[in-house]
């Protein structure tokens, strides 16, 4: 009666892993529950998805390795896996939203989210493929794009381009603070980035933990180039980022509960260290109570399905 936070499934986003093939799936062992699965398997799932209450899933590609370049030019390759799973989606689940993630990594075979030029990443060389992606995955279907590159300037030359294309109803969802983690782990084995990073890291336009202030200066900045909502990223570890971001600037505020942050769950809960189940409901109700609008986490399905009891 006197709760003042509750969860519901609206409040959720998949994250999803596609894959090429037929009929596949492939399981992700540092993802305990969660599989790459190929369109067809997909497209199935994200109908029981839909059912539960959830509103839209986060959708992030394994790109075979030999469609892998050091420019990453097959993000913005209108047949790659990620457009040719929104057009399947539109057609059989349209009512479900599709959240689009722009930034290389998936693509470039150095694992970087950039364009790297003698071990530096070029932001503004990177925004021009940006713009392209983004453009090719809002043709495809995305109802929205959410730039998670952390290069500056992205948002404002996406809306642009966007609008330009005709896409002024595509929304952007702007990775606005993302903090270079140590969580991402299980994310990249998902797409098979984390061999090709090697101890490469992405400090150079993620943030450091540290920062509080300079989230609050790049938020600023991506809701002036024209972001509709913006995300802090991860979640647990950042709540109170989560509820400045919140309160400074009152827009929709997305949390994204990692790999890492879902996978730790998992793990000590497989050893019988804690109850699974509880401490992950636990984790996104206390993203939710921090300010979160809504959650991007790889558990939306099971926690749906607990809430419906
Ligand atoms: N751009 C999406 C991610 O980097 C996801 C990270 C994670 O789930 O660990
Ligand atoms: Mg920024």
Partial sequence: MVRETSLVPSDLIQGMFVTDGENRREPIPSLPGMARLSVDLLVEECKRIRELGIPAIALFPMTPQERKTPDGSEAWNQDNLVCRACRALKRTVPDLGIVGDVALDPYTSHGQDGVLIDGQIVND???????????????????????????????????????????????????????ASGFYGP?????????ALGKADKKTYQMDPANIVEALRETALDIAEGADMVMVKPALPYLDIIQTVK?????????????????????????????????????????????????????ASDIARWLRG
Avoid: N
């Fill in 187 to 195: 994310f990249r084995d998902a797409i098979g980035s984390s061999s």
């Fill in 125 to 179: 060389l990177t925004l021009e493929s940006l713009k392209l992606q983004a453009v090719a995955q809002a043709a495809a279907g995305c109802d929205v794009i959410a730039p998670s590159d952390m290069m500056d300037g992205r948002i404002g030359i996406i809306r642009a381009a966007l609008d330009a294309e005709g896409l002024s109803q595509t929304m952007i969802l702007s990775y606005a603070a993302k903090y």
């Fill in 247 to 299: 309160t400074s600037f009152g827009l929709p505020t997305i949390a994204y509960h990692v790999s890492g942050e879902y996978a730790m769950v998992k793990a000590a809960a497989e050893r019988g260290w804690i109850d699974g189940d509880a401490a992950m409901l636990e984790s996104i109700t206390a993203i939710k109570r921090a300010g979160a609008d809504a959650i991007i986490t790889y558990a």
